[in-house]
Each structure stands twice: as structure tokens, then as C-alpha cells.
């Protein structure tokens, strides 16, 4: 009828989309609750997307029920999202008035009429409530929602152990984006009582500033007169107030360490009222500093940091010479590092010099706080990275007042400071020269770091003056000013003490090495583009840095009259420098023509070894002979063109330079060498490889000519340090030598003692001088074995600095020449080297460099991609090293030497094979590529060692080796997987044998090598032979518990797992069936657990075949009979279990079993129910568990007392219920 078409009409049926289209829409809500910021971030996006699409108002309706609902949420992950989400949809839909949603916010949490476990969900509630309406953005268009908003918040910041100052927070923020006149004509009345009470919280006091900065025709001096009492904020009868206020945002910040806004607010304000003066000595130093070292120190600390890009020169100065950075010393001197604000400091000045562009201020902060002293050294480290920052004129100030602070130290325009410990043990005149050189010593650390720091803006002339000025001070003394040489124009008012001069000296040499690494400087972005790499150790116009320092010790050296040396040079020495300028004078001349990397390592030689001239002492041995040396040098250096051994002379040379104490001679030394390596010849790389022959020699000419002379090896020095120890010596052991003289004296003395007379006779005298002679004899030869055995020791220990010296060569040659035939020679020394290191007791230094040897070996000779591809006619003597390195392998002790030995074999084959012919295209041609390896003889080499590890219990070799052979030379795994390995894989009376195999097997299986080399037929051939040996290895495991045997199925099975695996994706031609079948009767073999490495394999492999790990149902203990039992248990009954008797009976009866005593007759049911009792006791003592019970420490000792005490009483009542019983 047509009534019935109407009614159809009205309520149309729902298309079946519809439902999973709201289940989409629904959605959209869950996402905004996960903790995931990108999935509420996504999901907020995606509703938004919906909402413009679909345009729905209903849907828009339950949008807004929804977020407004959730911003109570009850996980506190989610406020934010649906926070987030409500301002955004307002932000969006601009028709939907803020004024209705701030009403939906105000009645759905109400705090009036919420539950009270509710409250603080509510409170949330209406903060996230006004933080989206003022995310939206559109908060200053409706003035009456700002008063809206604030009055809510004024009223939440009532609960403060809930919100603490968030809400006072969120009105700042509001503050921050209405305009003046919405703030006059709206919230001015309505903040007025927060305005008014802004000396009471910081929070309220932030409100009052933010409103000042931002509403200043506003809150005018009247204003703030009618509102506060006074016109200004920072005034004398405010301060008292704003101390309080700032310590209790001290105190706010204690756990996020950073400096609250308001304060920074207040110094901006101090400023900007022209009060800082009085703010910072009334406020911070008088108030503040006050208190104890705490959180309010810490405030001030960072208020200083904070404070510096906004002060005057002037207000620079006078902060950075104060109380707060004098404080801030000390608490640096003595706190911790944890506690430590440094790292903050540093960040503040930092940010500061890098954001500042004038020069003067910037010099102000880097002099005060270079000022900064304890006890004459500055707080700040020599190293301080800040002067990075520096405009080129400020750096040049700074350079020029540490240089005015060197040489007139004057202590009292510092702002020294002393620790409580230091003042207990000053003592005047001392304690002021001890300052002096602290602070001198810091000083020259501090012009070397700035020469040392790339990142510092220095011209090249300022590197000079400060390397020149160094040196100067080092080595000479200003004796009468000369134009000439600037350095004598000052002069120092307290002359230098020899410890300055040795720190002067020691920071010269280490400058050097900065200057020997310090980059070209850029003359132009264009040039920087043309040579990537900028040359090192050289100024702009391409001079050696070092060249020019020797130059002006030239000049000092020829003007006796105005630079007096500090160690004036011998003849030797003077005719060794003027023969080094003349060789480096002809190199140069030399390099005119074309530089060459060999010129120049020359040159820096002969440099540097002139200007250790400076240091060395004129008779010193040392000294000598590198004097004889560098004479030697200039013929070397002229001949080499006629003579081709200059290489051999020059390694010589090389070598005895290297021994010298001077890091940077090694490092020049090395760099000489690292040059010279493509020149190097066999004989040269002979003369560093004697040193093994000469190590022993010498040791043996130690031992037989024990008597001979030693004072051709020791120096000055050595033998003045023998003097010293053989003095020490004879004090030691002049008491026992006194000893034995008394005993002598008075065995002499019984003898005669019934003689009167004063003087012996001639047969007491006799036998007195024989007892001395002898007692004087033993003595001597004592001293003599001591003296003996410490040359020894000495003399071994200078032959392992010079092996380690030649090996380090060694080493620069292998990094440099991994190409050259000649590295095949190092092998075997390199090898013994780490032979000898890791057999051997060694200390820190030796194991670095046994640690230095072993990482080149490995890595740059056996693993490098760069080797010896000219085999030629060595074919013969490389594969006797390798029998002989493989023979070693097996005969050593200790596997990881053996690793390296069979590294060095696997890098003589990689020699020997040599690199496939650049024709070969195909894969498996190259694979099986051998070169001139004779295949035959290796694979019978590799073959018994595989043997010997296998059959061997204890072999150095390790599964690890032979998987290192089988990816790196696929061929001969193919051999080894037809034979021993697969072979072995079905020992079941060596169990520990068979796993092995199953574990190489699998490494071989798995290598893409090699299932490229057995491709088609073969692999399969291979996969049925392997399935099989498996299947007859697991059918011999019987039943066992045995660890070992468990071990070998568990390798077994993971063969398994990967064949079977394997044969399933490959789909190959391979029968598994009897495997299978193997497979499950094995669990009636072995004793499975529910979870372990063996179990979850073994179900892992039967998941291939289709069988899945049964489940196991979990039963639940039956409570009824449980309660049963425990009503049952008589109060204070002791089982016989707990009765002391029991404890004295060796032999323990499992629990249920009857006891073989009758005459017990609680017995029975004691020990039955032993478990069941224990239980019941715990839980009894769980449930009547009180405040006093003892400790489970005193357990023990409190249980065995209280049972000795109430045995007594319980007795007669255990008597009587055991009779009842009966």
C-alpha cells in the first residue's frame, strides 16, 4: 500500500558500506589515544581529511563529544592527542564558535559535580581543555573566551599539587598572543588580583613581567603604582621580595638544571630600568649568594652565562671580576664532575663569542675569565675550544696579554682565590713563586693549543710570534734589546726557574709536531676548490714552518750580544748545524727545480734534528751521535744519485734517530721512511730484520762476558744513576754486613776473653783478618751479582726498545708496500713477534704495540685487498712457508696464535693464486681460477689438518679457521665436503668429532661459492649423501642424559634444519622419508623439555616436514583438597621433619614413603605431608604477617630461638594429641 511505501521511504535501509565506513570513522579516536606521537600525529591528520570530505554535521557533532571527552583521558599518554586534535578540527572549521566548545569543556569537567577519584582527570580535563582552545589559533578573535579562559585557569591553579604552574604558564602564553586592547578593556580585571600578588610565586611574578614586555601604554608607572606600591619593580624595598621569588624558582629548576625564565626576565627588566647595579649586588650577590651551596649558587652561575650578551663593556668587566665568577671558581676547583656547571659555562660563552662581532667585548669575557685563578692557574683549561670563536682582532689582544702575563706576572690584577686546603698550607714567599709558575706553565699551554686548534681564526704571522716567542724563552735569554728581534724588546720582570724552562722546552717540541701537521692556509675559495687536499706543515708561499723557526735560530745564534743561549753549543754541535743548513740550503736549491715528497721528508729531517740540538745536552751521547750522523747525511743525500744504496744508509740512519726520547722524531722519522718505502731495497729491509739474530747474539755475549767492561754502552747519565742505585744499595745493605762484622768481632772476642791484656796476640790477629777477609770477599761478589743482574736487565731491555723500534718499520713497510715481493720476507718476523708477545708477561706499552703488530697483519697484509701479484719464479719456496706455517698451526699450544699462523698460510695461497685473468667472465671459471697454487699438495695440506682437528680432542685449530678457508677458497671445499668432513659426521662413538663435522659441513653448505661450484647434479649427489650420513648418525644415538651427546644432536640438528629447508625451496630430487622417520623416534630418546636450543630446534626442523610442536594443557591445582588438608594440620604441630633428631640421620627418605621406626607416631604423617606442611607454615606467617616479624637476614637465629623457648611449653600438648591420635 502506498502507507507501507511512505514508511520504507522514511527509514531507508543502510548500504552495507556504511558500517565499515563508521568502523574507519571510529578509528580515528583509538589512534589518538596510543602512546605513539606519529600514530596520533597520522591519525589527527587522516580525521580532519574525513571530516572536510564527508561534511557531515552529526559526524562533526560526535568529533567534538569525543575529543572533549578524552581530554580527561585516563592514560595521561593520551591527553595530548586529543588536546592536539581538538585545536586542530577548531583550527579547521572556523564556524564553529570557541565559546560553545569552552562550554562543552566547563560542563563536562566540572569539578563540582565529578566524583572525587575523578578530580584530577577533570583537572587535566579543562588545561588541555584551554590549551587546544588556544592552539586552534583563533583565541584572540573572541575576547570573551580569553576571559573565559583565563578565569578557568585562575581557578585550577588553586590546585597546585595536581597542575603545579601550568595554568599560571598557559595565561602567559594566552598573554602572549591578544592584543593590547583586548588585555585593557578584557583582562585587566580580571588579572588584577594575580598582578597585584606577583611577589608571592614566581609564576605570578612571570605573569606581571610578560604583561609589562608586551602592554606597556597599559601597565604604566601609575598603574603599576596603584597595583604594586611603587612605579619600578626592581627598586631597594622590592629586592627583599625578589629574592624570595627567585629562590623559589631556584628550587623549581633544582631537577631540570636551567635557568628560569622569569629570572633572565628580571635582568632584562634591570636593564632596561637602569637598576642592574643594584639588582646584581643586592639581589644575586647579597641575597643569593647568601645561601648555602645549592640551587641558588647554581642560579646565579647561570644567570652570569646568561647574562653576557647582554651587558656593556663597562657591566662586563665589572661581573666578570666579582663575587659570582670568584664563587664559581671555587665551586669548579672542588665539586665533583658530576656536579660540575663547567660544561654549561663553556656553552654560554660559546654561544656568546660566536653570536658577538665586537672584538673589545669579546676580548673583556676572554681576559676576565682567563683572570680567574686558584693559586696562580687559571680556572679555565689551557685547551678551552671557545677561542675558536674569536674575531682575528680580539685574538690578537688575547695573544698579546698572555705574552704581557708571561713576562710581568702580576698576580694582583687577577682574581685569585685559594680552596679551604690550599690556605692551610700557604706559606708567602714560596706560595708566590709556585703561583707564578702555574701560572706561566698554563700560559705557554695556552699559546701552543691555539696553534694547535685548526678551527681558531690565526694568521700565519700570529703562529710565528707565538712559536717564535716559545722558543725564545726556551732556549734563550734577552741580554740588550735589538730591533731585530722583538722578543728582546721585553724583558721579564721575575726571571725563569729551570722547571718553567723545561715546560717552555717540552711545549716547543710538541708545537713543532702541531706545526708539522698544520694545514695550508686558504688563500682563496677558488684554490680550496683546485687542490682538495691542502699540503701540511708549510706556510701559503710553500716554506716549511720548521725551516722558518730554524731561521731565526740562526739570527738569535749569530747575535751573541743581544740573545744569550741558555745552553751555549759544543764545536761539534756548531759544525753539525752549520752542516745541516748547508744539506737543507742544497735540497732547496734542488726542490727549485721540481719537489718531490722525498726532498721534502729530507728536509724536515735535517730540521728538526738541528733544532734538537737546542735540547740535547753538548756531551751527551745521544747528542754525539747524531751529530756524527748528520754529517753523514749530506753525503748521503748528494751520492744517492751515483750510489744506489743511499736507501741502506739512510735506513741506518733512520734507525739509530729513532731511538731518541722525542715523539716527534719518530713521528718525522717515520714519515722520512713512509716516503723512501717504494726505494726501499731487499738489502735495506735485511738490515730491519737482523735485529732478531742480533737480539740473540747479544744475549749470549751477555751471559759469557759478564766481567767485561760496561761503561761502552752507558752514558753520563746511566752511569750517574749506577752511582746512585749502588749508594742506595750499600745503604740497604749495610745493616745485615754490620751484623755479620759484629758476630765475627765477638766470636774473636770469647776466644780471648781470659786474657787481661789489651791487644791480641799474632795467632788471634791471624785468624781475625782470615774471618774478615772471607766475611769482606762474600760481600763483594754480593754487590757484584747484584750489579751484574740489573746490567742485565738493562741491557735487555734496551735490545727489546730496538726491536720494537726495527719492527715498527717493519710495520710502516707492510701498511705502505702490501704490493711489494719484499713483504713476503715479514711474514714469519711479524709472526713471531706476536709469538713471542702473547706467550710472554707483558706490560701496558708492549701490549699496544704486540696489539699495533697483530692489527697490521691481519688487516693490511693477510685481509688487504693490495698483495704481492708476482709470484715468478718463488713458486717452490712460497709453498714450503706454507707447509711450514700450517706445521706450526698444528704444534702450537695456544689457538688464537695458530689463528694468525693460519691467516699468514690462507695469505700465502691468496699470493700464489694471484688474480684471475681479466677475460675470465664466467662466475665459476673464476671460482675455481688457482693459479700457480699447486692444488694437489695445498688441498693434502689443508686436508691433514682437517684431519688433526677432527680426530684431536685439544687442537689449536678452530671450526672458525676452516671456515675462513672454505670462503676464501671455494675449490678446495669441494674436495674436503666428498670426503672427511661428511665422513666424520656419523661418529657416535665421538660424539664431540661429529658435531665438529656437522658444524663445517653447514658452514660449506651455506657458501654461495660453493653451491655455485656443485650446481645441477653434484649439489644433489652431495644433499643425498649428506641426508643420508645424518640419518644413520641420529639412528646411533641410544638413550641418554649425556651432555656431550646432546650437544652433538643439537649440531646435528641444525645441519638438518638448513639441508631440509634447503631441499624443500630448491625443490630437489632428494628422499627424506627415512630422515624423517629418525626425526621422531627421537624424542623417545632423549628427555625433552618444554623450551631450550635443542628442543626448539628440533621442533623447528620437524615444522618442515609438517609435524608442529604439541601443545601442552595447562592443569590447575585442585584448592578444595588443598584446603582440606590444611584444615586437617593441627596448630603448632612440628613435622618429624623439622625434629633436630632427624637432622643428625645421615640417610634421607623420599617424602611418602613409610618409615621404617613404629614407636613414632606422628612420624607417618609427618613426613608425608613434608612439602604440604612448609607451604601451609609460609602461608600461615603470609597471612599473619606483622610489623615486628623479623627480617629474612635474622630469620634463622630469631626461628631457633623461639623454638628452644617454646619447646618446653608445647611438649606436654604434643604428648596428649599423639595419644589421641593412637
Not at 500 to 515: A, C, D, K, Q
Request: with cysteine; aromatic share 6%.
Amino acid at each position: 500500500s502506498s502507507m507501507d511505501c511512505s514508511l520504507k521511504a522514511a527509514v531507508p535501509v543502510r548500504p552495507t558500506g556504511v558500517l565499515q565506513q563508521n568502523r574507519v570513522f571510529l578509528d580515528f579516536f583509538w589512534d589518538l589515544a596510543k602512546p605513539d606521537q606519529e600514530v596520533r600525529l597520522k591519525a589527527i591528520e587522516d580525521l580532519i581529511k574525513y571530516l572536510k570530505t564527508n561534511n557531515k554535521a552529526d559526524e562533526l557533532e560526535y568529533t567534538f563529544k569525543r575529543l572533549v571527552d578524552g581530554l580527561a583521558h585516563i592514560r595521561e599518554a593520551a591527553r595530548p592527542g586529543f588536546s592536539l586534535a581538538l585545536g586542530q578540527v577548531l583550527s579547521a572549521f572556523e564556524d564553529v564558535s570557541l565559546q560553545s566548545v569552552l562550554k562543552r569543556i566547563k560542563e563536562k569537567h566540572n569539578l563540582q559535580t565529578v566524583k572525587k577519584k575523578l578530580v584530577r582527570s577533570a583537572l587535566f580535563g579543562n588545561l588541555f581543555g584551554v590549551l587546544a582552545l588556544h592552539q586552534s589559533g583563533r583565541i584572540s578573535t573572541e575576547p570573551q573566551v580569553v576571559l573565559g579562559c583565563v578565569q578557568l585557569l585562575q581557578s585550577l591553579s588553586q590546585h597546585r599539587q595536581h597542575l603545579k604552574d601550568l595554568p599560571t604558564k598557559t595565561m602567559t602564553d594566552i598573554l602572549n598572543e591578544i592584543s593590547e586592547e583586548v588585555f585593557e578593556e578584557v583582562l585587566l580585571s580580571a588579572l588584577q588580583t594575580d598582578l597585584a600578588s606577583a611577589f608571592s610565586t614566581p609564576e605570578q611574578l612571570q605573569l606581571l613581567l610578560v604583561a609589562l614586555q608586551r602592554f606597556p601604554q597599559t601597565l604604566k608607572p601609575k598603574k603599576l603604582k596603584k597595583l604594586l606600591g611603587s612605579t619600578t619593580i626592581i627598586n631597594a624595598d622590592n629586592i627583599p621580595k625578589l629574592t624570595e621569588v627567585m629562590k623559589m624558582a631556584a628550587q623549581s629548576v633544582k631537577k631540570e638544571r636551567v635557568l628560569p625564565t622569569v629570572v633572565l626576565d628580571l635582568l632584562k627588566l634591570s636593564l632596561k630600568e637602569d637598576s642592574f647595579q643594584l639588582f646584581w649586588n643586592n639581589a644575586i650577590i647579597n641575597g643569593m649568594l647568601k645561601e648555602q651551596p645549592g640551587p641558588a649558587h647554581y642560579l646565579s652561575f647561570r644567570l652570569l652565562g646568561s647574562a653576557l650578551p647582554l651587558l656593556s663593556i663597562a657591566q662586563l668587566k665589572a661581573v666578570l671580576s666579582g663575587e659570582v665568577i670568584t664563587l664559581y671558581g671555587e665551586h669548579v676547583v672542588s665539586k665533583p664532575d658530576r656536579f660540575k656547571l663547567a660544561p654549561e659555562m663553556d656553552t654560554y660563552v660559546s654561544d656568546f663569542l660566536q653570536a658577538c662581532q665586537d672584538p673589545d667585548k669579546q676580548l673583556a669575557v676572554m681576559v676576565g675569565f682567563s683572570s680567574l685563578t686558584n693559586q696562580g692557574y687559571p680556572v679555565v683549561p689551557s685547551v678551552w675550544r671557545v677561542v675558536q670563536h674569536l674575531q682575528p682582532a680580539a685574538l690578537q689582544h688575547y695573544v698579546e696579554w698572555l705574552k704581557k702575563m708571561f713576562l710581568q706576572p702580576e698576580l694582583d690584577k687577577l682574581l685569585d682565590f685559594s680552596t679551604r686546603k690550599q690556605k692551610d698550607n700557604q706559606e708567602g714567599k714560596e706560595q708566590k713563586e709556585n703561583s707564578i709558575f702555574r701560572l706561566r706553565k698554563w700560559i705557554v699551554a695556552r699559546l701552543s693549543s691555539i696553534i694547535d686548534n685548526h678551527q681558531v681564526k690565526r694568521q700565519e704571522d700570529l703562529i710565528m710570534d707565538m712559536a717564535r716567542f716559545v722558543f725564545f724563552h726556551a732556549f734563550f735569554s734577552a741580554k740588550k734589546a735589538s730591533a731585530d728581534i722583538p722578543e728582546t724588546m721585553e724583558k721579564l720582570s721575575i726571571p725563569l726557574d729551570d722547571r718553567t724552562r723545561g715546560v717552555l722546552i717540552n711545549s716547543f717540541f710538541g708545537l713543532l709536531l702541531s706545526m708539522h701537521h698544520l694545514p695550508q692556509t686558504e688563500d682563496s675559495s677558488e684554490d680550496a676548490a683546485i687542490n682538495q687536499k691542502r699540503p701540511l706543515g708549510v706556510t701559503a708561499d710553500g716554506t716549511m714552518w720548521i725551516y722558518q723557526l730554524v731561521q731565526y735560530a740562526q739570527v738569535l745564534l749569530s747575535q751573541p750580544k743581544h740573545a744569550q743561549s741558555s745552553k751555549p753549543f759544543s764545536p761539534e754541535q756548531r759544525q753539525a748545524w752549520d752542516s745541516m743548513l748547508e744539506s737543507v740550503s742544497n735540497l732547496r736549491k734542488k726542490a727549485k727545480k721540481g719537489p718531490t715528497a722525498e726532498n721534502t721528508a729530507f728536509q724536515q729531517l735535517f730540521l728538526l734534528v738541528g733544532m734538537h740540538f737546542f735540547k740535547w745536552s753538548k756531551n751527551s751521547e745521544c747528542c754525539l751521535k747524531v751529530c756524527e750522523c748528520v754529517c753523514l747525511l749530506p753525503e748521503a743525500v748528494t751520492d744517492q744519485e751515483e750510489e744506489p744504496e743511499w736507501v741502506e744508509v739512510m735506513v741506518d740512519i733512520l734507525l739509530s734517530l729513532l731511538s731518541q726520547p722525542s715523539r716527534h722524531i719518530r713521528q718525522v722519522c717515520k714519515t722520512v721512511f713512509s716516503s723512501i718505502c717504494p726505494n726501499v731495497t731487499a738489502a735495506a729491509l735485511t738490515a730491519i730484520l737482523d735485529v732478531n739474530d742480533e737480539d740473540e747474539d747479544d744475549k749470549d755475549k751477555d751471559e759469557d762476558d759478564e766481567d767485561g767492561d760496561e761503561d761502552d754502552e752507558d752514558g753520563d747519565d746511566d752511569e750517574a744513576m749506577e752511582e746512585e742505585e749502588e749508594a742506595m744499595e750499600e745503604g740497604e745493605v749495610d745493616q745485615s754486613f754490620r751484623l755479620e762484622l759484629m758476630k765475627v768481632l765477638q766470636q774473636q772476642n770469647a776466644l780471648e776473653d781470659g786474657s787481661d791484656d789489651e791487644d791480641l796476640d799474632d795467632e788471634a790477629m791471624m785468624e781475625l783478618d782470615k774471618s774478615l777477609a772471607a766475611l769482606f770477599s762474600e760481600q763483594k761478589k754480593k754487590t757484584q751479582a747484584k750489579k751484574d743482574e740489573k746490567t742485565k736487565i738493562q741491557k735487555e731491555k734496551t735490545l727489546v726498545r730496538d726491536f720494537k723500534i726495527k719492527m715498527s718499520y717493519s710495520l710502516v713497510f707492510v701498511a705502505r708496500q702490501a704490493g711489494s715481493p719484499l713483504v713476503l720476507g715479514l711474514v714469519e718476523p711479524l709472526l713471531n713477534i706476536i709469538d713471542q708477545g702473547m706467550s710472554s708477561d707483558s706490560d701496558q706499552q708492549e701490549q699496544d704495540f704486540l696489539r699495533r703488530a697483530a692489527d697490521i697483519f691481519r688487516n693490511q697484509l693477510c685481509r688487504s685487498k693490495v698483495y704481492c701479484r708476482t709470484v715468478g719464479d718463488r713458486q717452490g719456496e712460497l709453498h714450503d712457508l706454507l707447509d711450514k706455517l700450517m706445521t706450526k698451526t698444528q704444534k702450537l699450544s695456544d689457538s688464537s696464535v695458530s689463528l694468525y699462523y693460519f691467516s699468514a698460510s690462507l695469505y700465502v695461497v691468496k699470493v700464489l693464486r694471484g688474480a684471475p685473468p681479466a677475460e675470465t667472465k664466467d662466475d665459476k671459471a673464476e671460482l675455481r681460477f688457482m693459479g700457480n697454487v699447486d692444488v694437489d699438495r695445498v688441498s693434502a695440506v689443508f686436508r691433514e689438518a682437517l684431519s688433526s682437528f677432527l680426530s684431536k680432542r685439544k687442537s689449536p685449530l678452530t671450526t672458525q679457521m676452516f671456515t675462513d678457508l672454505f670462503n676464501r677458497f671455494p675449490v678446495s671445499t669441494t674436495t674436503h665436503l666428498r670426503g672427511t668432513e661428511v665422513r666424520s659426521a656419523h661418529h657416535a662413538d665421538r660424539s664431540h668429532v661429529s658435531g665438529q663435522a656437522c658444524v663445517l659441513v653447514l658452514r660449506a653448505m651455506q657458501s654461495r661459492d660453493v653451491q655455485q661450484l656443485l650446481s645441477g647434479a653434484p649439489w644433489t649427489e652431495l644433499c643425498v649423501k649428506v641426508t643420508g650420513q645424518l640419518a644413520a648418525s641420529l639412528q646411533q644415538v641410544g638413550e641418554t642424559e649425556s651432555k656431550v651427546i646432546k650437544e652433538k644432536v643439537l649440531k646435528t640438528l641444525e645441519l638438518c634444519q638448513f639441508l631440509v629447508k634447503h631441499v624443500h625451496q630448491q625443490k630437489l630430487s632428494v628422499d627424506l622419508e627415512p630422515l624423517k622417520k629418525v626425526l621422531q623416534s627421537l624424542t623417545s630418546m632423549i628427555t625433552f623439555k618444554k623450551t631450550g636450543k635443542l628442543e626448539d630446534t628440533y621442533w623447528a626442523v620437524m615444522k618442515h616436514f609438517g609435524v608442529m610442536k604439541p601443545k601442552v594443557e595447562k592443569t590447575k591445582p585442585d584448592k578444595n583438597a588443598e584446603q582440606q588438608q590444611v584444615s586437617k594440620k593441627k596448630k603448632g604441630f612440628l613435622p618429624e621433619t623439622k625434629k633436630r633428631k632427624k637432622r643428625k640421620n645421615p640417610v634421607l627418605e623420599p617424602a611418602g614413603e613409610k618409615p621404617t621406626s613404629t614407636d613414632k607416631p606422628g612420624a607417618d604423617k609427618g613426613q608425608g605431608k613434608k612439602k604440604h606442611d612448609k607451604k601451609t607454615k609460609q602461608k600461615r606467617q603470609a597471612d599473619g604477617a606483622t610489623a615486628s616479624q623479623p627480617s629474612p637476614a635474622k630469620k634463622s637465629k630469631t626461628l631457633s630461638e623461639n623454638k628452644q623457648a617454646k619447646k618446653k611449653k608445647k611438649k606436654p600438648k604434643q604428648k596428649k594429641e599423639g595419644g589421641g591420635k593412637m
